[in-house]
């Protein structure tokens, strides 16, 4: 695999805000929906990224099935975000898939697990079909 692997730098970029999160929650103060304080929560991230001049390994893959803040909000370009509130222990299961094609068939698992519809499975994971298939050296 090579450096540029989005699975991985996006699990690695959730724990980050994750942890982070975890934090200030023990600290009494309230969970952000749409925190900077990591910088780790990738809410910028467009499907018109490259892959490294703007970071585009580096989403929001799987904060977004956590955190409570649809930055579609915040313009078109960005992933619109239906999701939140999905168990750690899933979200653990999905950062083992190894490869997208696994990836998407594990979430697609989330539907019947009650944990998001069928609709805002298909509206989360346009984005990253659309940048797999505008990117020909992506190692997934
Ligand atoms: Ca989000």
Request: with cysteine.
């Amino acid at each position: 695999m090579g450096c540029n692997n989005i699975l991985r730098e996006s699990w690695a970029e959730y724990v980050g805000w994750e942890l982070t999160e975890a934090y200030y929650a023990k600290q009494n103060r309230a969970r952000p929906s749409y925190s900077t304080i990591s910088g780790c929560n990738n809410q910028l991230w467009k499907k018109t990224d490259k892959r490294e001049k703007d970071n585009g390994t580096y989403s929001p893959l799987f904060t977004d099935l956590s955190d409570n803040y649809n930055q579609r909000d915040d313009g078109v370009e960005y992933p619109n975000d239906m999701i939140s509130d999905v168990p750690y222990s899933f979200i653990h299961e999905l950062s083992r898939a190894g490869n997208w094609d696994n990836f998407k068939e594990e979430l697609q698992r989330g539907v019947g697990l009650g944990y998001f519809t069928q609709a805002q499975h298909d509206e989360f994971i346009a984005d990253y079909d659309y940048w797999r298939a505008h990117h020909t050296l992506h190692w997934w």
